[in-house]
């Protein structure tokens, strides 16, 4: 059986690890840090990825290339749901707060570019949830674009992930006390591509403060813990089969 971890870790995330360093100010005041330089395969911002079986397997052979049916929605056509993608209220030592989704793409974005190239690339939802750790201290939101094809996503990263970074996911606040100041101060922000979807992160501290280099990668562990248990074994399952595991 084809495993989505062939290429190990380091491929789900070379523009979220490559942008360490940069720092981006965000119109209307709102700051924005780039993210850590953490090494992805470093043990204390890893996590165990778990395996994924399909539990219905598609009768048809799976198309070649690694992002397999989700190279593009005409072999992955079911939209994603927010309870295949962020199904469970506690996540590891994290809680979800929120979680939206919108069909209106520019909604859920920030950053005349990022909404611009979401439009181009067809993009039909935005799926978005937000997360607190126990102390309430590290809040983030996670945000899943459905495009039509994998090349199409690669932009959409590109977009996110270039430049000055104006353009992002915009966050979710919950109404937590927590998680209710989310989208102000200064954050780690990135994104990724999993097929033809976009992954878009925004995490940050609660009181919004420029995150040193240390605290740099507890952002980016909270992003990786919460995403290893929610977003990936979803879009997994999405390569080897097309559809939900439902």
């Known amino acids: 059986m084809w495993s989505p971890y062939d290429e190990g870790p380091k491929s789900r995330r070379p523009i ?6 940069v720092l981006v100010l965000v119109a209307g005041g709102v700051g924005l840090a780039m993210l850590a330089s953490s090494d992805p395969d470093d043990p204390q911002v890893t996590t165990a990825r778990p395996t994924v079986s399909p539990s219905n397997p598609q009768t048809q052979t799976r198309p070649g290339g690694k992002d397999g ?16 993608v962020f199904p469970g209220a506690k996540v590891g030592a994290y809680t ?6 919108d069909k209106k793409c520019g909604d859920a974005a920030t950053g005349d570019d990022l909404i611009k190239v979401l439009g181009e690339a067809g993009c039909n ?4 949830a937000s997360f607190r750790d126990k102390d309430g201290k590290i809040i983030g939101t996670v945000g899943v674009a459905n495009l039509k094809t994998a090349k199409q ?11 000055t970074l104006e353009d992002y996911v915009k966050p979710l606040p919950g109404k937590d ?8 101060g200064q954050a780690n922000a990135g994104a990724w591509k999993h097929g033809h979807y976009a992954v878009l992160l925004w995490f940050q501290f609660k009181d919004g403060h420029a995150p040193t ?11 990786m813990a919460i995403t290893d248990r ?7 399952s999405r390569v080897l089969t097309g559809r939900s595991p439902g």
């Open 16 to 21: 979220y690890i490559a942008l360490a360093g």
């Open 69 to 84: 049916f989700a190279a593009s929605r005409t072999t992955d056509k079911e939209p994603l749901t927010l309870k295949e």
């Open 96 to 101: 979800r707060t929120a979680r939206r989704v």
């Open 125 to 128: 939802q935005m799926l978005r």
């Open 153 to 163: 996503a690669a932009k959409v990263v590109k977009v996110a992930a270039g430049g």
């Open 177 to 184: 006390e927590a998680s209710k100041s989310l989208g102000t």
């Open 213 to 223: 280099d240390a605290e740099r990668k507890k952002l980016t562990s909270a992003a």
């Open 230 to 236: 929610t977003v990936y074994p979803a879009l997994d």
